[in-house]
Nanobody, 115 residues
Framework: QVQLVESGGGLVQPGGSLRLSCAAF????????MGWYRQAPGKQRELVAG???????KYLDSVKGRFTISRDNAKNTVYLQMNSLKPEDTAVYYC?????????WGQGTQVTVSS
């Protein structure tokens, strides 16, 4: 059983930065490819960034060069560093395995980019 808890969201001005954290409770975390997802109002949830157990990464085209995903297997934590934030990045951000497992969705953390 794995429980995922996201944190680090907030209100930030355009061009600002935030760092999201996802703490995983469960011993098999380090075996999973992990992803950060987001869902904006009225839109489908989408994969923003993914990282394999070995550290290979992938990104949604619209966040390439601005977002960086990383993981610390010793701490059972995955991070999303978000720079140069834009209003269109506003969404609830979730972490989950990649591909996602329905039982692992947590509450998410709200990111609002607005002046």
């Amino acid at each position: 059983q794995v429980q995922l808890v996201e944190s680090g969201g907030g209100l930030v001005q355009p061009g600002g930065s935030l760092r999201l954290s996802c703490a995983a409770f469960g011993s098999i975390f380090r075996l999973f490819a992990m992803g950060w997802y987001r869902q904006a109002p009225g839109k489908q949830r989408e994969l923003v960034a993914g990282i394999t157990s070995g550290g290979s990464t992938k990104y949604l085209d619209s966040v390439k060069g601005r977002f960086t995903i990383s993981r610390d297997n010793a701490k059972n934590t995955v991070y999303l560093q978000m720079n140069s934030l834009k209003p269109e990045d506003t969404a609830v951000y979730y972490c989950n395995s990649d591909p996602p497992r329905p039982l692992y969705w947590g509450q998410g953390t709200q990111v609002t980019v607005s002046s």
